[in-house]
């Protein structure tokens, strides 16, 4: 069986296409369920205007009437530097890689070609990075010593801001089947008008953590009706709370270790106001490599990248807690 003992490296155009606008454009984007803003202009800008609430004026001459022009509300993401490097054994390049080929009956594994192997370690590379991309936008934060450390992510920059900001936050001990409907209430009923009057745009979400999510499944399927006879028969599908989508951040393998920000979480917002942005194309030294070690007899990658995340407005944010 063959290995790709030639260095491939991803530049320019190459590393856009290729290699990362499949990750985080279109069906990537939709995944991770907020805005996702790649090789933006750096630095990169989260924009929102607010239209003037009365634009109508009483005719009575001619002349000129017109209101204040619409507002402009910008913040900079910060961008930082970040590197994704993996390393694979011999065993462990045949069970992670070659397993993965031999999912296609296309494939021959006694005669692979280079360009096999080389689309199979990219994508094995790209779901590793995506992965932990994801969780450091929810959990990141730069000030912890070790782990999800490259970039601050959303509720580390949500709970910094909250008593300056006046973002309605709130603790809670613990949920269960028995009080998650009233948890999610609450941080409805803490949201902002303005929030509250974007649901019928159709961007609301409640992202929450797993204990969260179960536990309003759990209630949902103990209802005594025919709605949660259908749950209990065929699976809760998506669920939703007041018609809002309520998303699992699937970060409970992670809030065991990362647990500095809290070990539970409900945020209301408009996925319009969560943005992650990614550049490879304005900074240099950014690529992507993979490389066979004949002295270590491993296969090596690497990726070298800029991040970052943020959110935009504080009064299109509601969130609830447990620490």
């Given amino acids: 069986m063959s290995k790709i003992e030639n260095a491939k490296t991803y530049l320019g155009k190459e590393l856009e296409n290729i290699f990362f606008r499949p990750l985080f454009a279109d069906e990537g984007a939709r995944e991770l369920g907020i805005k996702v803003m790649y090789n933006m202009p750096a630095p990169t800008r989260l924009h929102f205007w607010h239209r003037p609430d009365d634009v109508l004026h009483k005719y009575t001459s001619a002349g000129w009437n017109g209101s204040a022009s619409a507002e402009r509300y910008t913040k900079t993401i910060e961008l930082h530097r970040v590197k994704a490097e993996m390393s694979y054994s011999a065993d462990e390049y045949f069970s992670l890689v070659y397993d993965s080929l031999a999912q296609s009956a296309l494939t021959q594994l006694d005669d692979l070609t280079g360009t096999e192997l080389e689309a199979a370690e990219t994508a094995l590379f790209r779901q590793a990075i995506m992965e932990s991309v994801r969780a450091t936008m929810w959990l990141g934060k730069t000030a912890r010593e070790e782990g999800l450390n490259t970039f601050d992510g959303f509720l580390h920059r949500i709970l910094s801001d909250a008593e300056?900001?006046?973002?309605?936050?709130?603790?809670?001990?613990?949920?269960?089947?028995?009080n998650a409907d009233e948890r999610l209430r609450s941080v409805w009923d803490n949201a902002s008008e303005e929030l509250r009057n974007m649901r019928s745009e159709g961007q609301l979400a409640f992202f929450v953590t797993t204990d969260v999510y179960g536990a309003y499944e759990d209630s949902l399927e103990a209802a005594d009706?025919?709605?949660?006879?259908?749950?209990?028969?065929?699976?809760?599908?998506?669920?939703?709370?007041?018609?809002?989508?309520?998303?699992?951040?699937?970060?409970?393998?992670?809030?065991?270790?990362?647990?500095?920000?809290?070990?539970?979480?409900?945020?209301?917002?408009?996925?319009?106001?969560?943005?992650?942005?990614?550049?490879?194309?304005?900074?240099?030294?950014?690529?992507v490599r993979m490389w066979y070690n004949p002295d270590l007899m491993e296969n090596r990658q690497r990726a070298i990248f800029m991040a970052g995340c943020d959110y935009l407005l504080p009064e299109l944010v509601s969130l609830g807690y447990a620490q």
């Fill in 164 to 178: 300056e900001q006046e973002i309605p936050t709130e603790m809670y001990e613990s949920v269960s089947a028995d």
């Fill in 225 to 287: 009706n025919e709605a949660a006879y259908r749950v209990r028969q065929d699976g809760p599908g998506s669920l939703m709370f007041k018609g809002i989508p309520v998303i699992d951040m699937k970060l409970g393998g992670y809030l065991a270790k990362y647990y500095d920000l809290g070990v539970s979480f409900i945020l209301l917002t408009d996925r319009r106001n969560l943005a992650l942005a990614l550049n490879t194309g304005d900074f240099p030294g950014s690529e």
